[in-house]
Every structure is written in C-alpha cells, then in structure tokens.
C-alpha cells in the first residue's frame, strides 16, 4: 500500500468489551494468582489492576465530572518532573490499594470501568483532548488520540495481568491492532533527535493478525509518520505483533528488542525504536 495520512482512529467502542473480558479474567483468578509477577516491574497481578482501578476513577473525576486535578507538589519545569508526578501518583495509590481485596478490587473496576465506557462512548472524535499525549511529545491533543491513549493503558495492563497467570491474550485481533495503532503515532517524538537527509523513510513493517505498515518519513526538520510503504525504504524494520507492544510498553529488555527486531538498510536508523515507549516512563 503507497504512503497514506495516517487517520484519526476511534477506539470509543473498544473499551466496553475488552473491560468486560478482563472482569470475567479477575472473576476466575486463584488467590495465588494475584500475587503472581508481572512485567510491569515491580507490581504484582493486584498492583496493576490497583493501578487501572486508578486511572479509570481519575478519568471519571477529572474529565466526565470536571474536577480541577490536584496540584503537584513540586513545579513541573520539564518533561522528567511530569514522569515524577505521574510515577508518585500511581505509587501513592498501589500502596494504598493493597488494603483492599481483591473482590473490593474486581468490583470496583467493574462498575468504574463501566462508567467509562458510558462516558466515552457519547464523546467527539474532534475537538480539543483534556490531556495532551505526553509520550507523542504532545502538550495539546485531539480528542480521539486521548481517547485512544486510554484504550492502550487498558490492554496492555490486561495483557500483562494475562502473560503473568498464563491465560490466553484476547482472541480478537482488532484490540491489539488498534493499540499498535496509536502506539506508534509516538514515534516521530522518539526519533526527534535522530538526523536524516530530507526524504529518508523507515519503514516498520508488523506482520501477524494485528500487524500493518508504517512509515517515518525525514522532513527538513522533523520526522512524520504515515500509513502504507515507500517506494523505497532507507530502512526496513521487520518484528511481530506480540513483540511489538512488548516493545513500545516497555516489557522488553534491550537484548530482547534487539532480538525481535529484523533490520534491512542502515541500522543506525532503527536504534531509536529501542528505546521507543507509548507510556511514561
């Protein structure tokens, strides 16, 4: 497929089903289960769904029912003192979510989960996002990319819950498509310090059920992404849908990216999508 605009894509209804899938997941854990490991670092199984419980009642509070956010404590001058804020809040309520069992934890997702998809599904695509998409280098957003970044924080924590007791990933492709998706709209913002000639492509090609093909194009001063494949590639990088989100979700070390990765052309090229990340780290 030649170069295309990359399209606004709506992920309202998306959240509904996959929200529901992993109710049913937490409804049939053992208790064991959930102190099982994840790949989310630190966090167990009951850390991460204490961390989705988290962000979907912060996004009721501050969007659906336009509660001001707390300040942070400190000033946030550049982009390390937002990861701080960000990364103490989700500490802050992991600690304190380890009080609750977890049923308390099931039901509340279930029933703030369900509010939320009410409550994206009478969202517009257009129009200013109430947050900008901070790892796509975005202070201000559209509202379908917000809506869409949401949808990704909610997969890939029911994936990594799924990896870690050994249930199957969801069968239908078209989630993990359209995480992919979104996800790698951050990748002009992960490449800004990368210099090419004007007209350089990268071209990342994701084969399985969810793959696609997406091309980084070198402008005079940034780089773009777009839909399809160039005529011609600079550089080809080939890996699998799985490896993909392991990749851009940070559940991959750099030995294990460098060896999911296919790279024809000039390798350099390819280095910064090792450190590439759809989340804030």
């Known amino acids: 497929m030649p170069l295309a605009d990359i399209k606004p894509l709506d992920t309202r209804a998306l959240f509904r089903p996959v929200s529901a899938e ?19 670092g630190t966090w167990i199984v009951r850390d991460v769904v204490a961390h989705l419980v988290d962000v979907t009642l912060r996004r009721l509070s501050f969007h659906r029912d336009g509660m001001k956010p707390p300040p942070p404590a ?6 390390r003192d937002f990861v701080a804020f960000i990364n103490r809040l989700n500490a802050q309520w992991v600690t304190t979510a380890r009080r609750f069992s ?17 409550w994206f599904e009478t969202l517009p695509l ?9 790892w796509a280098g975005e202070q201000a957003s559209q509202s379908w990319f917000d809506i869409g970044r949401e949808f990704t924080e909610l997969w890939h924590h029911q994936q990594q819950i799924r990896v870690a007791v050994g249930a199957p990933p969801l069968p239908d492709s078209r989630y993990l498509r359209a995480v ?22 990268l071209l990342l090609d994701v084969v399985g059920p969810a793959g696609g093909q997406w091309t980084l194009v070198r402008e005079a001063h940034k780089w773009t992404i777009h839909a399809g494949t160039p005529a011609v590639a600079t ?44 989340v804030i780290v």
Do not use: M, Y
């Open 22 to 40: 992993l109710v049913v997941l937490l409804r049939a854990l053992t208790p064991d289960d959930w102190e099982r490991p994840t790949i989310a």
């Open 74 to 79: 400190n000033p946030i001058i550049e982009e």
């Open 102 to 118: 977890p049923r308390v934890l099931t039901e509340l997702f279930d029933g703030a989960s369900t509010d939320l998809a009410d």
């Open 126 to 134: 257009e129009g200013p996002a109430l947050f900008g998409v901070s």
């Open 180 to 201: 992919i998706d979104i996800a790698v709209r951050g990748l002009p913002h992960a490449f800004r310090d990368v210099t090419a000639e004007p007209g350089q492509t």
């Open 235 to 278: 550089t080809r990088i080939t890996l699998g849908d799985e490896a993909t989100w392991k990749l851009l979700f940070n559940a991959l070390t750099d030995a294990e990216a460098a060896a999911a990765i296919q790279i024809e052309g000039r390798p350099e090229l390819a280095t910064p999508l090792v450190r590439a990340r759809s």
